[in-house]
């Protein structure tokens, strides 16, 4: 491990063995250090598998922080900007978490395992920041990504998997909550929660079963439709949901090297995750003072004339004035719309009506310059009943 | 939640606690003092070693105490009198005659290189033009980087005070003023004995040796009591520094301050961001609108607010604060005047500094950093008896000396070597007065860590956390807090560890109660 970063290769997965046999393109990337499938045979075919059957993706690189002590409340409502308190055992949150000025560092999913013990999983490393923010409270902060090897189970079939598999006790299972399960003399923590805002769910084991478990998977989902899915379909899917990703739809404050680039979360409009009324958190004055005065920014979903993704588009008000751009696009095969995630600047809610994005499209090597209307719409674009629905179909 | 009953509610009775709380009173606060020591003072007082003795625990020397502050809080009628006024200083020298200065450059005596004494004037004369930038900024709260009025307004005021020293001076401040003592005394004297006493005034209650950059600037700190505004003097009050803080007192109390002495405070109370008040050791808890505080700010910040209340980054910067001391005390109780070769009477009334050239004082800093102290200690001494009769009883002395450098944390571990250091240093003192070891009825090494645990000082640092450009003025304690008012609405600090730093000054504390009033008025 003395070679430069550059010269150390990607490690492999617990589920490397399977995830390299089942991919057929040889499209990888690095995910925290790690070798991530891109894609394993189409993007399409594992797409229209995650919204039509059910798709398995390996998320074992997530970072993954087991916080536990005696403080460990008190400490994770000082450093999140929502209430941790209302987070029940066996539930789990969506959080964001700030700096000192009010900007997200990133976001998460945070699992109360037990009264005093919480699982953070997030996309980039913060254990340093983790462990200061740990001064003054009695608790440990440990990173236990590798102690993990974890499956996202994703689509409409995926009740019908997890009961095939024979993990009893999930129907009444509700979206953002978590089970014990019992799977080859072992347990697996399975949450019903995902990134693909659809039915579905994440499977925890052990590296050691991590094998047998993709197996195992397969094997119940071969009635089922089940496919390998890569992060470039997942990409399209979290899009559909309205979910935001870090280093794409906003800078991690602390990634940031212009100190304007950071977001609060009501400029990502996560505003509904922070709360005043519960003491202080890290933050808090700062975007107090925020909401009293006005954000800079507003985070918009966006329908878009046509069916060319608007991919880092500028967004123009009556086709001149620069009021914006997107961070996200695509064309929604599900909806059947052209949409977009987009950042416009606040207190411009007065041009909504004439809003106008700049696609530049290359149609076999020559560029094309289209000038697009488009109209804020909701997020979520793609929000089915089956999400939500408690037990889950089984189709 | 209980009534307010205070306006605020000063924690520590030190000195800049002290006159924090006289200026709210005579704002018509309603103040409360609570100092946890049987006396207020702080580390500013005189206290008993021995039987019959007394002597000044800390600083034993009065430079910087800002003349305007003894002057509005009339301390005179409450008290205060200087035992001795511009003290000379004394070079003590192995090889050569000593080397005397003063304040008032007609009483500097021994034997000058040619040429030496005029270059020594110039060079003070220098030094205190850039020393008066310094006391004007001393004298104010300091400004925030942000695009407000009255923050442009003093940032301007300050580079306008830099550029009226006029082109010469300003080119030489500013190439000055990060760059370590040594080399500049190398530039402008010749004298050994000078260049180790000026290189020791620089680095006097910091970790730093004479070759650190920023040791021009912690001179300059010092040489703040020569500017025009503050006395300018060496000074001792009758009675030891505690004096000092004695006057403090009954001038706070004739302003309406109450003190209480006796009463720890355990932790400043907050609710929604705002301070509520105090609780003391027996768990009373006392409401106020502002508490105040004099101790250091990680003790604080950390310890008696805690790091629950702040943001991370913010905590990050406040433990980030160096506070390990490197100043020992060593308390002599003398049955007869011990004879320093080469000091006549009127010098030895003085302050008495070894330090015999930059390397020797280089070498003593050598030690600190790798957690050792300095076998040959560079060392100030004085004998206040022979101007202060209070404290020791006829016929007999105290001598009183400030050693450096002794860390904070020794690597071996202090419990053997305390009384091994204290044995080097009085070798070292015999080096210069051979008939001092015979002469000691007692004595008491006060270590940094005594210090942390007499004054709850944290690192047992005089200065509440190093000196240095970077910890000064809008940098002190940390950007972003160096105003006086912390982030929780209410709390202040008033203490060194806030601009303008260390010294007995006074300075800090009506800052502090300047910023206060600011945020009281609507």
Same mark, same amino acid.
């Given at each position: 491990?003395?070679?430069?970063?550059?010269?150390?290769?990607?490690?492999?997965?617990?589920?490397?063995?399977?995830?390299?046999?089942?991919?057929?393109?040889?499209?990888?990337?690095?995910?925290?250090?790690?070798?991530?499938?891109?894609?394993?045979?189409?993007?399409?075919?594992?797409?229209?598998?995650?919204?039509?059957?059910?798709?398995?993706?390996?998320?074992?690189?997530?970072?993954?922080?087991?916080?536990?002590?005696?403080?460990?409340?008190?400490?994770?409502?000082?450093?999140?900007?929502?209430?941790?308190?209302?987070?029940?055992?066996?539930?789990?949150?969506?959080?964001?978490?700030?700096?000192?000025?009010?900007?997200?560092?990133?976001?998460?999913?945070?699992?109360?395992?037990?009264?005093?013990?919480?699982?953070?999983?997030?996309?980039?490393?913060? @254990?340093? !920041? #983790?462990? %200061?923010?740990?001064? /003054?409270?009695?608790?440990?902060?440990?990173?236990?990504?590798?102690?993990? &090897?974890?499956?996202?189970?994703?689509?409409?079939?995926?009740?019908?998997?997890?009961?095939?598999?024979?993990?009893?006790?999930?129907?009444?299972?509700?979206?953002?909550?978590?089970?014990?399960?019992?799977?080859?003399?072992?347990?697996?923590?399975?949450?019903?929660?995902?990134?693909?805002?659809?039915?579905?769910?994440?499977?925890?084991?052990?590296?050691?079963?991590?094998?047998?478990?993709?197996?195992?998977?397969?094997?119940?989902?071969?009635?089922?439709?089940?496919?390998?899915?890569?992060?470039?379909?997942?990409?399209?899917?979290?899009?559909?949901?309205?979910?935001?990703?870090?280093?794409?739809?906003?800078?991690?404050?602390?990634?940031?090297?212009?100190?304007?680039?950071?977001?609060?979360?009501?400029?990502?409009? @996560?505003? !509904? #995750?922070? %709360?005043?009324?519960? /003491?202080?958190?890290?933050?808090?004055?700062?975007?107090?003072?925020?909401? &009293?005065?006005?954000?800079?920014?507003?985070?918009?979903?966006?329908?878009?004339?046509?069916?060319?993704?608007?991919?880092?588009?500028?967004?123009?008000?009556?086709?001149?004035?620069?009021?914006?751009?997107?961070?996200?696009?695509?064309?929604?095969?599900?909806?059947?719309?052209?949409?977009?995630?987009?950042?416009?600047?606040?207190?411009?809610?007065?041009?909504?009506?004439?809003?106008?994005?700049?696609?530049?499209?290359?149609?076999?090597?020559?560029?094309?310059?289209?000038?697009?209307?488009?109209?804020?719409?909701?997020?979520?674009?793609?929000?089915?009943?089956?999400?939500?629905?408690?037990?889950?179909?089984?189709? | 939640?209980?009534?307010?009953?205070?306006?605020?509610?000063?924690?520590?009775?030190?000195?800049?606690?002290?006159?924090?709380?006289?200026?709210?009173?005579?704002?018509?606060?309603?103040?409360?003092?609570?100092?946890?020591?049987?006396?207020?003072?702080?580390?500013?007082?005189?206290?008993?070693?021995?039987?019959?003795?007394?002597?000044?625990?800390?600083?034993?020397?009065?430079?910087?105490?800002?003349?305007?502050?003894?002057?509005?809080?009339?301390?005179?009628?409450?008290?205060?009198?200087?035992?001795?006024?511009?003290?000379?200083?004394?070079?003590?020298?192995?090889?050569?005659?000593?080397?005397?200065?003063?304040?008032?450059?007609?009483?500097?005596?021994?034997?000058?290189?040619?040429?030496?004494?005029?270059?020594?004037?110039?060079?003070?004369?220098?030094?205190?033009?850039?020393?008066?930038?310094?006391?004007?900024?001393?004298?104010?709260?300091?400004?925030?980087?942000?695009?407000?009025?009255?923050?442009?307004?003093?940032?301007?005021?300050?580079?306008?005070?830099?550029?009226?020293?006029?082109?010469?001076?300003?080119?030489?401040?500013?190439?000055?003023?990060?760059?370590?003592?040594?080399?500049?005394?190398?530039?402008?004297?010749?004298?050994?004995?000078?260049?180790?006493?000026?290189?020791?005034?620089?680095?006097?209650?910091?970790?730093?040796?004479?070759?650190?950059?920023?040791?021009?600037?912690?001179?300059?700190?010092?040489?703040?009591?020569?500017?025009?505004?503050?006395?300018?003097?060496?000074?001792?009050?009758?009675?030891?520094?505690?004096?000092?803080?004695?006057?403090?007192?009954?001038?706070?109390?004739?302003?309406?301050?109450?003190?209480?002495?006796?009463?720890?405070?355990?932790?400043?109370?907050?609710?929604?961001?705002?301070?509520?008040?105090?609780?003391?050791?027996?768990?009373?808890?006392?409401?106020?609108?502002?508490?105040?505080?004099?101790?250091?700010?990680?003790?604080?910040?950390?310890?008696?607010?805690?790091?629950?209340?702040?943001?991370?980054?913010?905590?990050?910067?406040?433990?980030?604060?160096?506070?390990?001391?490197?100043?020992?005390?060593?308390?002599?109780?003398?049955?007869?005047?011990?004879?320093?070769?080469?000091?006549?009477?009127?010098?030895?009334?003085?302050?008495?500094?070894?330090?015999?050239?930059?390397?020797?004082?280089?070498?003593?800093?050598?030690?600190?950093?790798?957690?050792?102290?300095?076998?040959?200690?560079?060392?100030?001494?004085?004998?206040?008896?022979?101007?202060?009769?209070?404290?020791?009883?006829?016929?007999?002395?105290?001598?009183?000396?400030?050693?450096?450098?002794?860390?904070?944390?020794?690597?071996?571990?202090?419990?053997?070597?305390?009384?091994?250091?204290?044995?080097?240093?009085?070798?070292?003192?015999?080096?210069?007065?051979?008939?001092?070891?015979?002469?000691?009825?007692?004595?008491?090494?006060?270590?940094?860590?005594?210090?942390?645990?007499?004054?709850?000082?944290?690192?047992?640092?005089?200065?509440?956390?190093?000196?240095?450009?970077?910890?000064?003025?809008?940098?002190?304690?940390?950007?972003?807090?160096?105003?006086?008012?912390?982030?929780?609405?209410?709390?202040?600090?008033?203490?060194?560890?806030?601009?303008?730093?260390?010294?007995?000054?006074?300075?800090?504390?009506?800052?502090?109660?300047?910023?206060?009033?600011?945020?009281?008025?609507?």
């Amino acid at each position: 491990m003395n070679e430069p970063h550059y010269l150390q290769p990607l490690l492999p997965t617990p589920f490397h063995s399977r995830t390299q046999a089942a991919c057929c393109t040889a499209l990888w990337s690095g995910w925290a250090g790690y070798q991530s499938a891109r894609c394993y045979t189409h993007v399409e075919f594992e797409y229209f598998a995650a919204r039509n059957q059910a798709t398995l993706f390996d998320l074992s690189p997530m970072i993954k922080y087991r916080i536990a002590g005696s403080d460990s409340l008190p400490y994770l409502n000082r450093l999140m900007t929502r209430d941790v308190g209302k987070l029940a055992v066996g539930r789990v949150a969506y959080t964001v978490w700030c700096n000192d000025v009010g900007k997200v560092l990133d976001d998460g999913t945070l699992f109360r395992l037990d009264d005093n013990e919480y699982l953070l999983c997030a996309q980039d490393r913060h @254990l340093p !920041w #983790l462990q %200061d923010s740990a001064i /003054g409270f009695d608790l440990e902060v440990e990173d236990v990504s590798e102690r993990f &090897a974890a499956l996202a189970l994703q689509g409409p079939t995926s009740y019908a998997i997890v009961q095939r598999m024979g993990f009893d006790d999930l129907m009444s299972l509700r979206p953002f909550g978590w089970r014990r399960v019992k799977y080859r003399g072992a347990e697996l923590i399975v949450s019903r929660t995902g990134f693909s805002g659809d039915l579905g769910y994440e499977i925890w084991s052990a590296p050691d079963q991590a094998e047998s478990l993709w197996d195992d998977l397969m094997a119940a989902g071969a009635d089922f439709g089940l496919m390998p899915m890569g992060s470039d379909a997942l990409e399209l899917l979290r899009i559909e949901a309205g979910y935001l990703l870090p280093n794409a739809d906003f800078m991690p404050a602390d990634h940031a090297t212009r100190a304007s680039r950071g977001r609060s979360p009501f400029e990502l409009g @996560l505003g !509904w #995750l922070v %709360d005043f009324n519960k /003491g202080h958190f890290v933050g808090r004055r700062a975007l107090q003072a925020e909401r &009293a005065g006005s954000g800079r920014y507003t985070f918009v979903g966006l329908d878009i004339d046509g069916n060319k993704p608007a991919h880092e588009s500028l967004i123009y008000h009556r086709r001149r004035e620069l009021i914006g751009h997107v961070t996200s696009a695509m064309w929604s095969p599900t909806c059947k719309r052209n949409i977009a995630i987009a950042e416009l600047q606040a207190g411009r809610e007065a041009m909504l009506d004439d809003l106008w994005v700049e696609i530049y499209l290359k149609k076999e090597l020559k560029w094309e310059k289209l000038m697009v209307r488009c109209r804020v719409v909701p997020r979520p674009f793609f929000d089915p009943p089956r999400r939500l629905a408690t037990p889950p179909a089984a189709y | 939640m209980k009534s307010v009953r205070y306006d605020a509610i000063v924690v520590g009775g030190g000195h800049n606690g002290l006159v924090c709380a006289n200026y709210l009173a005579r704002a018509r606060q309603r103040v409360l003092l609570l100092e946890a020591a049987d006396q207020v003072g702080g580390a500013a007082a005189t206290e008993s070693f021995a039987p019959g003795f007394r002597v000044s625990s800390c600083a034993h020397l009065v430079y910087l105490f800002d003349p305007s502050i003894s002057a509005e809080l009339k301390l005179a009628d409450h008290g205060l009198v200087w035992s001795a006024v511009d003290l000379p200083s004394v070079a003590l020298s192995q090889e050569r005659a000593v080397l005397s200065i003063s304040s008032d450059p007609t009483l500097s005596a021994g034997e000058w290189m040619s040429g030496e004494h005029k270059r020594f004037d110039a060079l003070m004369a220098r030094m205190t033009r850039f020393a008066s930038v310094l006391q004007n900024l001393y004298t104010r709260v300091p400004p925030r980087l942000r695009n407000r009025r009255g923050d442009i307004v003093a940032l301007v005021q300050a580079a306008w005070r830099i550029r009226r020293l006029g082109r010469d001076d300003m080119r030489e401040l500013l190439r000055i003023a990060g760059m370590n003592i040594a080399d500049l005394l190398d530039d402008e004297l010749n004298d050994d004995r000078l260049k180790g006493m000026l290189a020791f005034d620089a680095v006097l209650g910091t970790r730093l040796g004479p070759r650190a950059p920023n040791t021009v600037f912690t001179w300059l700190h010092r040489l703040v009591s020569r500017a025009p505004a503050a006395h300018g003097g060496i000074m001792h009050p009758l009675g030891g520094v505690g004096a000092l803080c004695d006057a403090l007192s009954r001038s706070a109390q004739a302003a309406g301050v109450e003190i209480r002495t006796g009463a720890r405070v355990e932790s400043i109370m907050c609710d929604a961001d705002r301070v509520t008040g105090v609780r003391v050791a027996d768990g009373e808890e006392i409401g106020a609108r502002q508490v105040i505080s004099n101790a250091d700010p990680q003790q604080t910040l950390l310890s008696l607010l805690g790091a629950r209340e702040l943001d991370t980054e913010f905590v990050r910067r406040v433990r980030d604060v160096p506070m390990a001391g490197t100043a020992a005390k060593l308390h002599l109780a003398i049955d007869d005047l011990p004879t320093f070769v080469g000091v006549d009477p009127e010098q030895a009334r003085g302050r008495l500094v070894i330090a015999p050239n930059i390397d020797y004082v280089e070498r003593a800093s050598n030690a600190i950093k790798y957690g050792e102290y300095a076998p040959q200690p560079v060392i100030e001494i004085t004998i206040p008896s022979l101007h202060d009769s209070t404290l020791a009883p006829p016929g007999k002395h105290v001598l009183s000396a400030i050693v450096q450098y002794a860390p904070y944390t020794l690597r071996a571990g202090w419990g053997a070597h305390r009384d091994e250091f204290a044995d080097c240093v009085i070798a070292v003192l015999a080096e210069y007065a051979p008939d001092l070891p015979d002469k000691i009825v007692e004595r008491q090494l006060l270590l940094p860590v005594d210090i942390e645990q007499r004054y709850g000082m944290t690192g047992g640092h005089w200065h509440h956390g190093e000196l240095g450009l970077e910890r000064f003025w809008m940098w002190r304690p940390t950007p972003g807090a160096a105003q006086y008012q912390m982030p929780v609405e209410g709390l202040f600090l008033c203490g060194a560890g806030c601009h303008p730093g260390g010294g007995v000054m006074g300075l800090a504390g009506r800052n502090a109660a300047r910023a206060v009033l600011a945020t009281a008025r609507p």
